[in-house]
Each structure stands twice: as C-alpha cells, then as structure tokens.
C-alpha cells in the first residue's frame, strides 16, 4: 500500500495537532522506508518479477525488521524515542509506533501471506489477505479509502494540496495494480524498485510539508 498510509498520518496530526505532519508522515512511512535501506544492505530480501508490474507478484522473500508487527514497532520505538527528544515532543515517543504499526495493519490488508507477526521467530506466523490479487478493486479501494479520511481529518488548509498530491501518486502507482505494461519497468537491477519505494514515500512526505 502506498497513499493509503498517509491517510492514517492525517487523522492522527487531527487527533493530535502538536505532532508535525512531517513527523506522522514519516511514522506512517517508516517501514517503507527503512525496508529500501535493509534492502541495499542485504539483510531483506525482495524478488521483483520481471515479467510483471504488479503487487501481487513481488516476492518479499525476508523482510522481518521493516515489516514484522512486533520488531519493527519496536524499532520505531527507538526512532521515535530519538525524535522526541530531538524535537522536545514527548508524545512523539508514543504516537511514532502506533504510526508505524499501523502501516503493518494497512498492509495485511493488500499482501500476500507474507508479513510476519513477531520478526525474530523461525517459526513466526505470516499474515496478509491479498487484496492485490485484485488489482481494479484494490486500486479503488486504497483510493476511496485515502480521499475519505482527507476530506474529514486533513487540516482545510491543506486539503487542496493533500487530494491533488494523493491522485497524482495514486496515478503514478496506477500501472502496479492494473498492469498496464508487460512487464515490470522497476526490475532492472537488484536495487532499482527499492530505490523507487524510497524516492516514491520520501518525495511525498517533503511535498505535504512544504
Ligand atoms: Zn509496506
């Protein structure tokens, strides 16, 4: 899942108006964005499909830091934790995880059986309910889903702003639920789909901000 994240960052900055919109931005994001890292180091593993753009056929091989329930809200903890007390914010330490765990809820919604639960078992369970294997409704869905909870929990000032920068990356990500090429154009190479996740959640979070 991609746009459907932020959304979540709206109704907490709603809930909570002294967290910046940067810092639950990047909370929402902080799996996707430690995973391209964990990727260029080798300690996860994806295997991207050549033969196809879509979400359903990425293979997320290993991924149990960035992507596991219980391990990875523990290190959101200590990032957290880190910018609580870069930014003197003390409900940055709580509200960072509960961020970052529910990116992982998010996720169980659209993956395959693939996000592990506790992130350091070998006999951890896996979870996911794979509504990319339905791409056209997955696609409306994540849409619907992010335009909703703007339109209620956004600040008015930014609204405009936060439904034209939800389409055009919901548009940009069009071709990875409906497969409107052949073949996966972010293949090429070992790093270049993390690369593109990195720049895709980066990018957006310094354009809502500005
Ligand atoms: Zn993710």
Known sequence: MFIGHFAIAYIITYLYPSIPLWVALLGVSFPDLLWPILVFLGVEKVKVNSDSPLQKDLKFINYPYSHSLV???????????ALSILLNNSLILFVFPILSASHWFLDVIVHQKDL??????????????????????????????YIIITLIFAPT???????????????????????ITK????????????IITLLGFTLFIILASL
């Open 116 to 145: 592990p639960l506790l992130g350091f078992s070998k006999r951890d369970i896996k979870v996911g309910l794979g509504l990319w294997n339905y791409g056209k409704v997955a696609f409306i869905t994540e849409y619907i889903f």
């Open 157 to 179: 000032n930014l609204l405009p702003l936060l439904l034209i920068l939800g389409t055009i990356f919901h548009i940009l990500n069009m071709n990875s639920f409906l497969g």
């Open 71 to 81: 391990l990875s809200t523990m290190l959101a903890f200590i990032f957290g934790g």
């Open 183 to 194: 073949n996966n154009i972010f293949a090429k190479g070992k790093y270049t789909y993390p």
